[in-house]
């Protein structure tokens, strides 16, 4: 059977969800007095199957024409071609696209065939997983689902109802990554096999980029979906940075669980714990990128010294590793800039800590964090490290760290944990004495310097060492 009643929690959250789009069952019981159908599709059906709040909804119509669907719309406001020749519409002030079902060819300049007559199996069958080819009539509230993702939801099990469909979108590989990351599910056997040896080369940066953000921004456990790259041999040839360090030791004095990789994706789990407490999406990111870059120096540093491995100047390397990493995913300089900055000084913290550094120490520091980071974040990377070490199993550790919690502490007091310090000669209290341009702004250079190093407030008195 393809149509299933759904549970009377489900219906409440459906019931719930239509509530906030009055206007959806309206045109839902128009379309139906047209002898058509209208179904919530995709993946708010997916999330109110799991309890998940969902911003997205999307609507297929069956039974109507692209033309007699639009006209019908029309009756609602006026009506956007959000793909006329995909068979996608909107009303304005409304913001779902009402789709009919069709058939395409692969390739980036598919060719289509708007099919409405087409059973709600056939349809389903191009959807990329089971748990997202189900649909839920807006009229009567029941479930359609030919390919049993519900029951697939409740086993965590990712399946594609078929296989030569799948393989027509290589974006779909990067959506497994983060389905098993984001759900922590598994994919069965005959999408794993997919998986393995499907030609994804020609999905674009920024596509891989909007997987990799649901992953790191959606997940508890995001090293799912790295871990899956490397069980199935794809990490190797998509991020040959990360793979290297996959075998590569550790000083058992500071690390006790097994290698580079696994104490970087426990890392990496740490930060988007962390994270949760962050209202900034890009901070989230720079923070998960960082953590995932943290170590890739160490695949070119790390010898064994009498006896210990050590990894002498990784972070400088890593910095280097991350730049190029990150290029093959995002386009943003501003977090590629940010995240190299945080792993380039990542374990300058416990080196101040260690050595009761001034205040001045951690003002330099914050200087060459800025503008992108701060030591507050540097400290929150620094605390996934320390996190980033459990030797029973591949959970990261909890807890506070002293040495991180020392850090906080001295840079606070120092009045640098969230910003630099702020200059207190400016570019005005020099007017009268040097023209504006280059040579002013050594001067402000030099009296900022006298400023954090010796800790000197006074303007006149940096004013005066300014000058001498």
Not at 194 to 209: G, Q
Not at 254 to 270: G, L, P
Not at 292 to 311: E, M, P, Q, R, W
Request: proline share 4%; glycine share 6%; charged share 30%.
């Amino acid at each position: 059977m393809s149509e299933k009643n759904i549970s009377e929690v489900v219906k409440k959250r459906f019931i719930r969800l239509l509530n906030g789009y009055p206007l959806v069952r309206t045109i839902a019981k128009k379309i139906h007095e047209h002898q058509g159908k209208s179904l919530l599709v995709g993946g708010a059906v997916r999330d109110l199957l799991l309890g998940l709040k969902t911003k997205d909804l999307d609507v297929e119509v069956y039974g109507l024409s692209a033309e007699q669907l639009e006209l019908l719309l029309r009756d609602f406001g006026p009506v956007s071609l959000v793909g006329k020749v995909f068979g996608v519409f909107r009303v304005h002030g409304l913001a779902i696209d009402w789709s009919l079902p069709r058939v395409d060819s692969s390739g980036r300049k598919p060719e289509v065939r708007i099919d409405p007559f087409m059973s709600f199996k056939e349809a389903f069958r191009r959807r990329d997983l089971t748990i997202n080819a189900m649909g839920i009539d807006i009229i009567s509230g029941e479930l359609i689902d030919p390919f049993d993702g519900c029951r697939d939801l409740k086993k965590k099990l990712l399946r594609t109802p078929d296989p030569q469909f799948f393989i027509q979108d290589p974006l779909r590989f990067y959506r497994v990554m983060q389905f098993i990351a984001r759900f922590e599910m598994l994919a069965d056997d005959e999408l794993t096999a997919l998986c393995k040896k499907m030609a994804i080369s020609e999905v674009s940066r920024e596509r891989i980029e909007e997987e990799f953000k649901k992953m790191f921004l959606k997940s508890r456990l995001p090293s799912r979906g790295i871990r899956w790259l490397q069980a199935i041999g794809r990490l190797s040839k998509l991020f040959p940075e990360l793979f290297a360090t996959v075998g590569v030791p550790q000083n058992k004095k500071w690390h006790i669980e097994e290698d580079v990789f696994e104490h970087t994706m426990q890392t990496v789990d740490a930060a988007a714990r962390i994270a949760t407490a962050y209202d900034n999406q890009f901070k989230k990111l720079t923070l998960l990128y960082a953590a995932l870059c943290h170590d890739l120096g160490k695949a070119t540093t790390t010898k064994k010294v009498d006896g210990i491995y050590k990894s002498i100047g990784h972070a400088n390397e890593g910095a280097k590793f991350a730049k190029r990493f990150l290029k093959r995913i995002t386009h943003e300089k501003i977090l590629i800039a940010a995240v190299a900055k945080l792993v380039k000084y990542h374990m300058v913290p416990m080196q101040l800590v260690a050595s009761n550094a001034s205040f001045s120490a951690y003002k330099r520091l914050a200087n060459k964090l800025a503008p992108q980071v701060t030591l507050h974040e540097l400290a929150d990377l620094c605390l996934a490290d320390k996190q980033g070490r459990n030797p029973h199993n591949a959970i990261p550790l909890t807890g506070s760290e002293p040495v991180v919690e020392a850090f906080i502490k001295k840079a606070d007091e120092a009045q640098v944990l969230a910003a630099v310090e702020k200059p207190i000669l400016q570019g005005r209290d020099l007017l009268g004495v040097i023209e504006p341009g280059p040579a002013m702004g050594k001067l402000l250079k030099k009296a900022y310097r006298v400023q954090i190093e010796e800790g000197i407030k006074d303007k006149e008195e940096l004013k005066r060492r300014a000058l001498e």
